[in-house]
Structure formats: structure tokens, C-alpha cells
């Protein structure tokens, strides 16, 4: 197998595949249509063939082939093929052997040049379907050199889109909390991994990062004045303000759709319950109220209801309840326990820690059947966030008491850690798709 | 069903504990100017930090999945209700604390739950809401590297601490 540059790949097909969207019918007229052969399979084979790289007038090695390859494979809707043994490597149309192409099962190949002069970078690159040999995109993107990566996720991006007729999410950014020598740091990152930046640093731990719908602002809980406080921090400015810091605990934020309110999580002198407030501090209100613990409040996408975890009836379940309050209803009957929920962005699909057997793995949950999913294998896999296309999860897998950031495609079958430095990484959360 | 006679009778005992309880003299207003040997007088920070006094020990242990306050740790959850009731200035904070299995905002909950139940159990003797800050670290502070039940029963605790100790 390939080892791509972000990290070790892992493949699993032992799942039962209860969950798979037909991607391609969904809609049709935005959507090429390529011809499945073979069996068994709804990936896409696609050959990413180096795109040939000219530094001046210099021939370079070829790498952004490489990013493209990683992201299409990640996403669990393409198999990149093995393109190291070809005898022809085209960087142009009239290069192509489609004979050899077929031989290796390409479905769509996608090939390019890029050339790098003064600091600038321009990429002329080609999407081509294989059995009708016509082409399904060119086009040529640049930029400033410092936008190497970027580029090559946008080109991924188109190539996502074109085929699955759902926007990709490789331009988009990703936070998690690492660990490092006791010092906690909320960083944002490339949806690949790439290109980290501390947001805010802490000797005390930081938990619970959410982004607001506008991807400007992440609202999180530090622990740096000994008990655990709601921050927003602009992104822009990189300014904090304290959200809420009453009495007790202060926790668990999530944005409303419309980014005008939060449910978080207070205690006073009391369990945790769910409250309503604004962004800047202000309108606070009860969601709802019980002697018991009420907690990990998130909006549905419509807006109308909140889901959140609670232990009303005895383990920790699964509930939702109107966004205006009143009588909560259960949703997660399945396993012993189910905790810390995340809506997909079509409001179709809860993610959820689901405890079984032992284990806590991530499962889905389709709210129209009730068909519940488990897309990973445990032991300790915690804090699922879909991707905002919903096509992918980013979760913390726990090896020795040490989290891995991951990822897995909603079939479950495609599942990738990306290779990060840090004693702990925890808490992942997933920015939006913005233009 | 269990859990809820239990919470009734911890319920009950609070009111009949709040009844009994002797009316507290109003704590003298506060000098803005005090210096740290108003606070040593006020508070009597040397009984807090004298290894011989039970004021010393601070943390009581819990069960897995409980937050009842065991036998063994009464007398220390009393000692400590005693002393905010006996000194009306002093601020205490119950801090509670999980193992890391499960996720870290419903471990929050949890760790809240304990820090709740040994308030509750001082409120019985007495000590009052406003003395007392309950919050919780959920699985922060937890030993990461457990690999049997004795060692996340270390991380399944509420802490005491004081205000200016």
C-alpha cells in the first residue's frame, strides 16, 4: 500500500454496511456520472498522477499529487490508485495512454502540470473520465507560493464535487486541545492536519471548542481560573471574552444555527442543567430544569429542538428536547450508555459515544429509521464531529490513555489518525464550509 | 429506584438538619484593610495546615459510578462544615473528580455530582451555601495510565480546598 506523507492509513471492511448513501443519484444534474465496474465496492478508483512541477525553469519533484491523493482517500468516496509503476506518467491530454489507464481500473484520472516562477504558483490541471476518454474539468488556479496546499485542496474540492455533486471539505479547518509537557493548547489546523496554529495556550486544561456558524469565532471552557469557564475567541482578532462565570461550573457551549445563541451548561450548587444565553454575556435563561444531570446540549440543525445527555433514567441517554423547552423525550434506547451527541449538518444522522460490551465506540444514529451504525471499534473513541459536507467524522481514538485525532468516512470503512505530535490530543472540532 | 429512596432520606435528613441547627451569628463586616494576620486570626489558617488536625486531610473517595459519601469519610466532611461554621469569613471550594473513562463534558456532570453530595452532607451540619463553591475537573486531573479499578479509584474523589490557605 501507499504510505501517504499525512500518516498511516487504515482500511477496515469487516463492517456490516447498514448506511450507505447513494451519493451519486443524489443530485443528478449537478453530478458526472462514472461507470462503477467491479463488484462490491461504491468507491470511486481514481489515478492522481504526479502533477509534473517546474521551479523556474527547473523540473522539481512532483508533490502536490500527493495532498490531492490524501484527501480524495480520506474522504472514503475514492480509491486513489497505486501510480508509482506506470510506465506513462502524462502531465498533458495528448500523454494519456488509456489503455493503461483501464488496465489499472481507473474510472477518472486526474493529471496537471504546476509551475513555480517569482513566488508565484499556477497549476494547469485536467479531470478525465477514463471509459468515455472525454475530459470532466480543466482549470487552471494560482496564487502566491504560500498557497501550495491550499491550492491543492481546492483542486480536491472540485474533483469532490464534480463527482459526488456534495462540496468537499478539504479547504476547510479543523480544532483540537493537544497535550504537550502539561501545557494545554487549543490549536486550528487544515482539515488534513496541516498548517497548525495555537489559538490559546493554558497550564490548566481547555475542553469543549465549538466554532460558530460563521467560522469566526470558537467558543471553549478553560480551566485556568481553577473551575471551568466559557471563553468565545475571535479568530480575526484573536481577542477572548468571558461568556459565563458563575458560581460553579460553566460549560458545554454550542451555538444555535443562526450563531445569536448558546446552550450551555451551569451547576451553581446543583447538577449540571442546560441554559439559553447570549454570545455576549447576557439574556441568560433555563432550558430546562431536574434534579439530575443534564448535559452536552447541542442545536439541531433547523434550530427547533437540543439534543443533550442526561441520566434521568439511571446511565447517561440520549434525549432532545424543544429548543423553547418543555417535556424532553428519549433517543438512544440501544447500549448501556450513549453520550456526547453531534447533529449531521442535514439534521438526518446523530453521532454519539455509544458504551457497549465494554467498549465506547462511535456509532450513527438515523433519526428517520431509528438504524443505528457503529462506524469504529473502541476501546475508548470519544467526541464524533461531523464534517461539514456530513460525509466524515473526526473523532479522538484513546490508545494507552493517549488520544489520536482521527478521522472515518460514515460507511466506516476508510479510517485515518493524523500524525501529530503531542502526549494527548482531545476534543476535536470541525469548522464550517465558508466561501 | 435505589438511588432516589437514598437521595429522599438525604433530602429529608437536610431539612431536619437545616431545623435543628443552631442560627449562626452574622459575620462581622469585613475590614477592607485586613492583612494576612487578620486572615490567620479570622480564619485560623494553622488548625488548616496542621498535619495532626483532621483539617489536613482533604479528599474523600468514592465508588464506581456512586457519589454517596462513604462512613469512613464522615467525620472529615464534618470536621470541615465545622470549621466554615465556625468561622463565617472562611470560602471553601469542593472540587470533584473522575476516572477518564467516558466523555469529558459528562464526567464534568459527574465530578459535579460528588462535589454536590459532600456539600449536602455538610449542609446537614450546618455549613451554609454561601461558604461553599462546588465545581467539578471531570477526567482532567485523572491518572491517564489506570490500568485496574484500585488506580481510578484514586481519580474518583471530591477535593477541599480554602479560599486564602
Not at chain 1, 8 to 27: A, E, H, Q, R, Y
Request: proline letters at 5%; glycine letters at 6%; one cysteine or more.
Amino acid at each position: 500500500m501507499k504510505k501517504y506523507s499525512l500518516s498511516m492509513l487504515k482500511i477496515f471492511k469487516t463492517f456490516v454496511l447498514f448506511i450507505f448513501v447513494s451519493f451519486i443519484s443524489l443530485k443528478a444534474s449537478a453530478i458526472e456520472t462514472i461507470e462503477i465496474s467491479g463488484g462490491g465496492t461504491k468507491q470511486i478508483n481514481i489515478a492522481v498522477v504526479p502533477y509534473k512541477e517546474i521551479v523556474g525553469d527547473k523540473v522539481a519533484n512532483n508533490r502536490m499529487h500527493q495532498i490531492i491523493a490524501a484527501d480524495l482517500y480520506r474522504s472514503g468516496f475514492f480509491r486513489p490508485l497505486e501510480v508509482d509503476g506506470l510506465i506513462n506518467k502524462p502531465s498533458t491530454l495528448s500523454e494519456i495512454n488509456y489503455l493503461e489507464m483501464t488496465a489499472i481500473a481507473a474510472q477518472v484520472m486526474t493529471l496537471g502540470q504546476v509551475e513555480i516562477n517569482n513566488n508565484r504558483i499556477k497549476v494547469n490541471w485536467f479531470l478525465v473520465d477514463i471509459n468515455k476518454k472525454t475530459i470532466l474539468t480543466t482549470m487552471e488556479f494560482s496564487g502566491p507560493v504560500a498557497q501550495y496546499r491550499a491550492i491543492a485542496h481546492k483542486i480536491s474540492d472540485t474533483i469532490y464535487e464534480k463527482l459526488t455533486g456534495i462540496p468537499g471539505v478539504f479547504s476547510t479547518k479543523i480544532s483540537y486541545i493537544s497535550k504537550i509537557k502539561g501545557r494545554y493548547s487549543l490549536n486550528v489546523a487544515d482539515a488534513d492536519g496541516f498548517n497548525a496554529q495555537s489559538v490559546v495556550g493554558s497550564p490548566q486544561p481547555i475542553i469543549s471548542a465549538r466554532w460558530s456558524p460563521d467560522g469566526k469565532k470558537i467558543a471553549y471552557v478553560s480551566f485556568e481560573k481553577k473551575k471551568p469557564i466559557i471563553y468565545i475567541q475571535s479568530l480575526v482578532t484573536g481577542q477572548r471574552m468571558i461568556v459565563a462565570n458563575f458560581k460553579g461550573n460553566n460549560s458545554s457551549p454550542s451555538w444555535s444555527p443562526d450563531g445569536r445563541r448558546l446552550a450551555i451548561v451551569l451547576t451553581y450548587n446543583a447538577n449540571s442543567q442546560i441554559y439559553l444565553i447570549d454570545p455576549d454575556g447576557s439574556n441568560l435563561k433555563p432550558l430546562i430544569q431536574s434534579a439530575h444531570i443534564d448535559t452536552e446540549p447541542i442545536w439541531s440543525t433547523d434550530g427547533k429542538f437540543i439534543y443533550f445527555t442526561s441520566d434521568r433514567g439511571g446511565r447517561p441517554q440520549i434525549y432532545k428536547v424543544s429548543s423553547s423547552g418543555g417535556e424532553p423525550q428519549r433517543v438512544s434506547f440501544e447500549g448501556s450508555q450513549n453520550l456526547n451527541p453531534n447533529v449531521s449538518p442535514d439534521g438526518k444522522i446523530l453521532t454519539y459515544v455509544m458504551q457497549d460490551e465494554g467498549r465506547f465506540r462511535i456509532v450513527l444514529h438515523d433519526l428517520q429509521t431509528g438504524q443505528i451504525t457503529k462506524i469504529t471499534d473502541g476501546p475508548f473513541d470519544e467526541a464524533p464531529k461531523f464534517s461539514p459536507n456530513g460525509h466524515v467524522i473526526l473523532y479522538t481514538h484513546k490508545i494507552n490513555g493517549s488520544g489520536e485525532l482521527s478521522t472515518v468516512s460514515i460507511d466506516g470503512v476508510v479510517r485515518q489518525s493524523f500524525n501529530i505530535t503531542a502526549d494527548d490530543i482531545r476534543e476535536p472540532a470541525w469548522g464550517p464550509l465558508v466561501n | 429506584m435505589k438511588k432516589s429512596i437514598l437521595l429522599l432520606t438525604l433530602l429529608s435528613l437536610f431539612f431536619v438538619g437545616c431545623s435543628s441547627t443552631p442560627i449562626i451569628e452574622a459575620p462581622k463586616p469585613s475590614d477592607p484593610f485586613a492583612s494576612d494576620s487578620d486572615d490567620d486570626k479570622d480564619l485560623d489558617l494553622a488548625s488548616l495546615r496542621d498535619s495532626n488536625n483532621i483539617l489536613s486531610k482533604r479528599s474523600i473517595y468514592f465508588d464506581y459510578d456512586k457519589d454517596v459519601v462513604k462512613a469512613e469519610y464522615k467525620d472529615l466532611a464534618a470536621a470541615h462544615a465545622k470549621y466554615i461554621v465556625a468561622h463565617p469569613k472562611a470560602k471553601m471550594t469542593l472540587t470533584g473528580n473522575t476516572d477518564d473513562r467516558g466523555s469529558r463534558e459528562y464526567n464534568l456532570s459527574l465530578g459535579q455530582r460528588r462535589s454536590v453530595s459532600v456539600k449536602k452532607s455538610m449542609n446537614i451540619i450546618g455549613a451554609q451555601d454561601s461558604q461553599i463553591e462546588t465545581v467539578s475537573f471531570g477526567e482532567e486531573r485523572a491518572d491517564t495510565n489506570c490500568k485496574d479499578d484500585a488506580c481510578h479509584g484514586k481519580d474518583r474523589r471530591v477535593d477541599i480546598s480554602y479560599e486564602k490557605e
